[in-house]
């Protein structure tokens, strides 16, 4: 079965924790991507990457930072100067510019 | 930067109605998605369309360039069709230039009662 996960599906950190988020997918897709999304908000990009060991910054990437190094994971790290954590976060891969395919998504809560 | 703006924000329906989400936003696109979001979070690729008008099951999409607004239709509603309702749109961010961005609208929150 193709498809994009990502684990956990909730998770609990302390403040002042890094904490990383699991994206795999096994759909063969070069583009992934990193979304944070916020009650009453749309979607914001927090990073993206359009081929291994390459990425970009989205709209929101302070505090954020991420890494391709193989085409099937795109692990995203909230690091402790990211002032306001808690959010539920996407993973989404695609071909190219077309259709992205979105993972079940990661809430994570900062106590 | 593209605004995009959904309407309505919330809606609720018998089951069995025709159901509408308009979407409008105000820069010139190459492409529409609309997204189904249902309520564990898990996002679902609807349609992407860029012209026209495109049709799936019950689901209907319609996109007026010149008019920069695009409709979702559910026809004979059902309650599993509860869902946020997203639509995204794709959108050169520096003119003649390869850098294409996505902006995603608020979202419609639709509950279908039985």
């Known amino acids: 079965d193709g498809g994009i996960t990502q684990s956990p599906k909730y998770l609990f950190r302390k403040e002042g924790q890094n904490v990383t988020l699991s994206c795999e997918q096994n759909?063969?897709?070069?583009?992934m991507y990193w979304y944070r999304q916020d009650p009453g908000q749309g979607l914001r990009l927090i990073y993206y990457?359009?081929?291994?060991?390459?990425?970009q910054k989205g709209d929101i990437a302070e505090g954020y930072s991420v890494s391709r190094e193989k085409k099937e994971s795109f692990p995203l790290t909230v690091t402790s100067a990211q002032k306001n954590p808690t959010a539920f976060y996407l993973c989404?891969?695609?071909?190219?510019?077309?259709?992205?395919?979105f993972g079940p998504g990661t809430r994570l809560t900062v106590l | 930067k593209n605004e995009v703006e959904q309407s309505p924000q919330n809606l609720t329906a018998q089951e069995g109605e025709f159901i509408t989400i308009n979407c409008s936003y105000s820069?010139?696109?190459?492409?529409l998605h609309w997204l189904q979001q249902h309520p564990g979070g898990g996002i679902v690729s609807l349609f992407m369309?860029?012209?026209g008008k495109k049709k799936h099951g019950r689901l209907i999409a319609t996109i007026n360039i010149q008019e920069k607004h695009s409709s979702l239709h559910i026809t004979a509603s059902h309650p599993r069709d509860s869902a946020v309702y997203i639509c995204?749109?794709?959108?050169?961010?520096?003119?003649?230039?390869?850098?294409?961005?996505?902006?995603f609208g608020k979202g419609t929150l639709l509950t279908v009662n039985p």
């Open positions: 989404a891969s695609s071909i190219g510019p077309g259709t992205q395919y």
């Open positions: 759909l063969n897709h070069d583009a």
């Open positions: 990457s359009q081929i291994v060991n390459d990425f």
């Open positions: 820069v010139g696109i190459s492409a």
């Open positions: 369309l860029s012209s």
């Open positions: 995204a749109v794709r959108w050169r961010a520096e003119s003649g230039g390869s850098n294409y961005k996505l902006t």
